[in-house]
């Protein structure tokens, strides 16, 4: 084979043949770390589009006390199901070309991960130290520069976010357009620390830090260049959502996913939308609007002093209203700072708090709701068809349905006619 005039012999000799085969091994490294994250993705697709349906399902049964049937559901919120999940709560299955376009973030997100993965093993030199061929294990020790351990930064959190994401049941497509971002952002700022700083050790640790967690190096680099010290608060958070409980570095990336970055912007997003796009399991999203509700309206030494006598969320708070010695005793402990009955007033004008109270005192709802989706679904599946049952029309109540949901789809299933 030539290249340029030239001659290059792949095969011959056991020099050019151990290279080649390392370069292959090279190779099905690439493709197997560049299919994870999708693979992840495509089983999580295939077993739990059903389960999550469900699941929305009975959790909107218990938090919004305007719905109760199916029908109801579909009529105010079917669009919302259709374009967040790709499926269709009338006829009870999936929207095959709505998920095929979804599914173009993950395909983008893996050709640059495996873009990336080439970059790292085409640094490794071929030969070692004394001129001999590399052995199989320095044939696997890339290069490292800032650029490539910014890569290797982000693809250590694209992998983590892919797998609590199937683990927990709200892996989505979304989240492969921000693992794209993420990769594209750590690049651009390795590119700028080799710029001020060189290559040294720090800078290299500061490189795959910024593929994790960007906003922390970019606070890091303007206090290093003497910006620290200064009023502005461009990449400050006045009230962050690490105020909030059992959020970490993944539960920010997902809720800013969604384009919620602060506390303010969570209590005042719309609930809903937000358990459907972001898929987070509901309990743990409404307990943080729960929080946020409260934060956005008192200080973070009132928050501390509050949380100091076990009220942490607003319903905690009116709870305690409603009781009057534990509001005497609430009162007298914050020592005039601040009335529990004045926090009440302007917590019972938010938006979402008769959806969050309902969702509270009704703890039992989801033992009176059905699987409605799944029972179509799978008739679909079997191309069979429900006799004489019209989902918009004759969808029972809530509490009559919950025998129906034990059935087996063989029960289920339309007898046949005799003859």
Not at 58 to 76: E, M, N, Q, Y
Not at 284 to 303: F, G, K, N, P, S
Request: a negative charge.
């Amino acid at each position: 084979m030539s290249f340029g005039g030239g001659r290059v012999q792949l095969t011959s000799g056991d020099e050019a043949h151990h290279v080649l085969v390392v370069r292959c091994l090279q190779l099905v490294l690439v493709v197997l770390v560049s299919m994870v994250p999708a693979l992840m993705y495509f089983q999580f697709d295939r077993e739990k589009l059903t389960t999550l349906v469900d699941r929305w399902l009975h959790v909107i049964f218990r938090l919004d006390p305007s719905v109760g049937t199916v029908a109801d559901v579909d009529a105010k919120y079917g669009r919302r199901v259709e374009e967040f999940l790709g499926a269709s709560l009338s006829i009870g299955g999936e929207l095959p070309s709505k998920r095929l376009r979804d599914r173009s973030p993950v395909v983008l997100s893996t050709l640059l991960i495996a873009l990336g993965w080439i970059i790292v093993v085409l640094s490794v030199p071929t030969t070692g130290s004394r001129g001999a061929p590399a052995s199989v294990p320095e044939m696997f020790h890339p290069l490292l520069t800032t650029v490539i351990m910014g890569f290797l930064g982000a693809y250590f959190l694209a992998v983590q976010v892919a797998l609590r994401g199937f683990v927990r049941g709200d892996l989505k497509p979304k989240t492969y357009n921000v693992i794209t971002v993420r990769i594209l952002m750590a690049v651009v700022l390795a590119w700028a620390l080799q710029a001020l700083a060189g290559d040294g050790t720090a800078v290299l640790a500061a490189a795959f830090l910024g593929g994790v967690v960007p906003s922390t190096v970019l606070l890091m680099v303007r206090a290093a260049t003497g910006r620290g010290a200064t009023n502005d608060a461009e990449l400050d958070q006045r009230s962050p959502l690490t105020q909030l409980d059992e959020i970490d570095v993944y539960e920010r990336m997902r809720l800013e996913e969604e384009g919620i970055t602060s506390v303010q912007a969570l209590a005042r997003h719309d609930l809903v939308d937000l358990m459907l796009s972001s898929r987070i399991p509901a309990p743990r999203l409404i307990d943080w609007v729960d929080q946020a509700m409260l934060q956005q309206h008192a200080t973070a030494e009132l928050i501390t002093r509050l949380r100091a006598h076990g009220v942490r969320c607003a319903t905690d708070l009116l709870q305690v209203c409603a009781h009057e010695q534990a509001l005497a005793d609430l009162t007298a402990a914050l020592d005039g700072s601040c009335t529990p009955t004045l926090l009440r007033v302007v917590l019972e004008r938010d938006e979402w708090l008769d959806y969050i109270r309902n969702w509270r005192e009704n703890e039992d709802v989801n033992d009176r709701t059905r699987c409605v989706y799944s029972a179509t679904a799978s008739s679909s599946v079997n191309h069979q068809v429900l006799p004489d049952i019209d989902l918009r029309e004759h969808v029972h109540r809530i509490p009559t349905v919950h025998a129906q949901t034990r059935r087996t789809p063989e029960a289920a299933a339309p007898a046949s006619a005799p003859g």
